[in-house]
């Protein structure tokens, strides 16, 4: 283990925009690492070339580099983060906890990312009508998190990785045809975010 402090080698590539850049921003804050943020606009011109130069081989971000690893793939940089320092556990330590977390993750990475993020809130972000049968699917998907949410944070007493995904795609969801009357529709959600809204601007 290194102490987070003596450890300034650590940089995190992608944009503030980015679902996946923020978890690991997210997990990178709580658990005490500093770090320096290297800015790359996937979606600008070149971005894809510029993510691969960057370490990404499929052109995405984020990438995370600690001094010679580098690293892609948002689950591998942020179960990293949680192993390679001193800290908070970002993980519970009891199976049934761990359990949840990972399907909490795995709701965002197959659910809220495709339908509430790109499904739902891209089309209203460029002035397009959603298809009625992905705001069913997008209000689902939250009915879902909603029986799932925990308290104070997503997985109970101490924020977890589960946290840092959800909680990096809210913006975007509450700004979406199913997530809109979010403190009505999913007041534990809604909780929740009260709470985890301060995650996103940590560092
Ligand atoms: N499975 C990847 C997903 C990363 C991802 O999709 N990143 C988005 C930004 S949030 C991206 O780079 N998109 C550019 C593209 O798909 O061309 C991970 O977990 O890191």
């Not at 290297?38 to 984020?62: C, N, Q, S």
């Not at 990972?102 to 959603?130: C, F, K, M």
């Not at 969801?173 to 995650?199: C, N, T």
Request: charged residues 25%; hydrophobic residues 40%.
């Amino acid at each position: 283990m290194t102490a987070a402090r003596e450890i300034p080698s650590v940089t995190l590539t992608g944009a503030d925009y980015s679902v996946y850049t923020r978890i690991a921003r997210i997990a990178l804050d709580l658990k005490g690492v500093r770090f320096r943020f290297e800015p790359l606009d996937v979606f600008a011109e070149g971005g894809t070339g510029k993510a691969r130069l960057a370490g990404h081989p499929f052109g995405k971000i984020p990438v995370l580099r600690h001094g010679d690893l580098t690293l892609f793939e948002t689950l591998a940089i942020t179960r990293y983060i949680d192993q390679a320092f001193d800290g908070p556990p970002l993980e519970p330590a009891e199976p049934a906890g761990r359990a949840r977390m990972n399907q909490i993750i795995s709701v965002v990475d197959t659910a809220v990312y495709p339908v509430l993020v790109w499904g739902l809130h891209v089309p209203r972000s460029e002035g397009r009508e959603p298809e009625p049968e992905t705001i069913a699917e997008g209000r689902k998907v939250l009915s879902v998190l909603e029986d799932l949410a925990g308290a104070p944070w997503i997985c109970g007493s101490t924020p977890s990785l589960a946290d840092a995904y959800l909680a990096a795609t809210m913006d975007y969801v509450l700004d979406s045809a199913a997530g809109d009357r979010l403190s009505r529709d999913a007041p534990r959600l809604w909780d929740w975010w009260q709470r985890a809204e301060a995650l996103m601007h940590e560092s």
